[in-house]
Antibody
Framework: EVQLVQSGGGLVQPGGSLRLSCVVS????????MTWVRQAPGKGLEWVAN????????QYVDSVKGRFTISRDNARNSLYLQMNSLRVEDTAVYYC??????????WGRGTMVTVSS | DIVVTQTPLSLSVTPGQPASISCKSS???????????LFWYLQKPGQSPQLLIY???NRFSGVPDRFSGSGSGTDFTLQISRVEAEDVGVYYC?????????FGQGTKVEIK
C-alpha cells in the first residue's frame, strides 16, 4: 500500500527545535516533489513548504522562512522538516503530502507539534 | 497572497439531498499552461484531508460520482448530488497557481 509514515512530533518550549520525518513506501519517492501542510488546533489548513525531486528547490510560507528547513534523503525515501526557533503559533498537526501537478493526492496521518512553556 | 473564500462555512443537509459549496479566489487560478490550479479536499472527522477534485473539475481516483466540481477563473463550486452520511466533514478548496498555496477557511458539512 502506498503510504506516508510520519514521526517526530512532541512538546517543545518556545525557542526550541524539533525535526519531523516522513518515510514513504510503495512509490518512487525520488521522482516526486513533496510538501508539508499544517493545521493549528481547531483551525484550517496552511501550506508550509515544498521541495523538488532532488532537493535543489525549496519553497516556504513567509511565517516559517529562516526558521524551518525542508529536506529529503532519496536513498532513505524520507522527507524532513527541521523546525528551529519554534513559536507558540507553530503549534499544529503537521502533515506530509505528495503534490503531483500541485494536487495533494497522498497525505500522511499527521504528527502533533506543541510549543508551550 | 491569493485569498480563497468559501461559502457557506457550515451546511446541514438531509441525506439524499444535494449540497453545494462555493469557492472564490482573489485572483484567477488559470495558469498560462492551460491548467486551472483549484483543488477540493475533504477532511473527515479525525482523519487527514483527502483529495476529491483536481484542476477544478476532475474527480480523483476512487471518489464517488456524486461529487462534481465546476467553475473557472475565480469562481468555483463543489456539488454533492445526493449527500450520504459518510460525506460529513470539512471541505476545503485550495489554489495552487501561486505561492504560497492557500486554502479556503473550510465548510463544515453535517447531516440533519
Amino acid at each position: 500500500e502506498v503510504q506516508l509514515v510520519q514521526s517526530g512530533g512532541g512538546l517543545v518550549q518556545p525557542g526550541g527545535s524539533l525535526r519531523l520525518s516522513c518515510v514513504v513506501s510503495k512509490f518512487t519517492f525520488s521522482t516526486y516533489w513533496m510538501t508539508w501542510v499544517r493545521q493549528a488546533p481547531g483551525k484550517g489548513l496552511e501550506w508550509v513548504a515544498n521541495i523538488n525531486e532532488d532537493g535543489s528547490i525549496k519553497q516556504y510560507v513567509d511565517s516559517v522562512k529562516g526558521r524551518f528547513t525542508i529536506s529529503r534523503d532519496n536513498a532513505r525515501n524520507s522527507l524532513y522538516l527541521q523546525m528551529n526557533s519554534l513559536r507558540v503559533e507553530d503549534t499544529a498537526v503537521y502533515y506530509c503530502a505528495r503534490p503531483p501537478g500541485r494536487r495533494l493526492d497522498l497525505w500522511g496521518r499527521g504528527t502533533m507539534v506543541t510549543v508551550s512553556s | 497572497d491569493i485569498v480563497v473564500t468559501q461559502t457557506p462555512l457550515s451546511l446541514s443537509v438531509t441525506p439524499g439531498q444535494p449540497a453545494s459549496i462555493s469557492c472564490k479566489s482573489s485572483q484567477s487560478v488559470l495558469h498560462s499552461d492551460g491548467m486551472t490550479y483549484l483543488f477540493w479536499y475533504l477532511q473527515k472527522p479525525g482523519q487527514s484531508p483527502q483529495l476529491l477534485i483536481y484542476e477544478a473539475s476532475n474527480r480523483f481516483s476512487g471518489v464517488p460520482d456524486r461529487f462534481s466540481g465546476s467553475g473557472s477563473g475565480t469562481d468555483f463550486t463543489l456539488q454533492i448530488s445526493r449527500v450520504e452520511a459518510e460525506d460529513v466533514g470539512v471541505y476545503y478548496c485550495m489554489q495552487g497557481i501561486q505561492l504560497p498555496w492557500t486554502f479556503g477557511q473550510g465548510t463544515k458539512v453535517e447531516i440533519k
